[in-house]
T-cell receptor, first 111, second 115 residues
């Protein structure tokens, strides 16, 4: 069974700092990896999706990388803002038709 | 586009009661999913559907049932509610077709408490 781990569980940074969130997975036979943002009491919003044949994807201040051989993905957030405060989750798959989610990193950006 | 909508937003059930969580998507996606999210845990897949009339179990299907009579709707039925089913339930959809990105789109969730 695929296991997805996100470290750290919580992170607090001052505004303007660049930061990296980590996602690791145990089975490298994945089709894609997706990063989501979840605000308190809300659903998940897709940020970036990386296909297994890709190494990275960029959207604005966000850059996600994928290294299948080592079972790792990183989400880089440049020039963090208080509005970036949220929980960030990664999901890998599908294995069969199932996606596996990490438990998330709770990010707080301090003004 | 409304995307993925879920009703109700909140519900309190008594042990043994039944209810249906509604999910509708207007993106003509073939794949639909039901997840539950417990505090401090990742999302767990309950059931999924690859198209109208086709459903299959996910990781945690016990105590739930689903049906998919149309492309748009994917209701989740809870029979004989138990406290262990207290959770936040999310519906999602994706277009798993050749040439698509398979991005999952999520609804806002239903917060269910069983007392």
């Amino acid at each position: 069974k695929q296991e997805v781990t996100q470290i750290p569980a919580a992170l607090s940074v001052p505004e303007g700092e660049n930061l990296v969130l980590n996602c690791s997975f145990t089975d490298s036979a994945i089709y894609n990896l997706q990063w989501f943002r979840q605000d308190p009491g809300k659903g998940l919003t897709s940020l970036l999706l990386i296909q297994s044949s890709q190494r990275e994807q960029t959207s604005g201040r966000l850059n996600a990388s994928l290294d299948k051989s080592s079972g790792r993905s990183t989400l880089y957030i440049a020039a963090s803002q208080p509005g970036d405060s949220a929980t960030y989750l990664c999901a890998v798959g599908p294995t069969g038709n199932q996606f596996y989610f990490g438990t998330g990193t709770s990010l707080t950006v301090i003004p | 586009n409304a995307g993925v909508t879920q009703t109700p937003k909140f519900r309190i059930l008594k042990i043994g009661q039944s209810m249906t969580l509604q999910c509708t998507q207007d993106m003509n996606h073939n794949y639909m999913y039901w997840y539950r999210q417990d505090p401090g845990m990742g999302l767990k897949l309950i059931y999924y559907s690859v198209g109208a009339g086709i459903t299959d179990k996910g990781e945690v299907p016990n105590g739930y049932n689903v049906s998919r009579s149309t492309t748009e709707d994917f209701p989740l039925r809870l029979e004989l509610a138990a406290p262990s089913q207290t959770s936040v339930y999310f519906c999602a959809s994706s277009a798993r077709l050749a040439g698509s990105t398979d991005t999952q789109y999520f609804g806002p969730g239903t917060r269910l408490t069983v007392l």
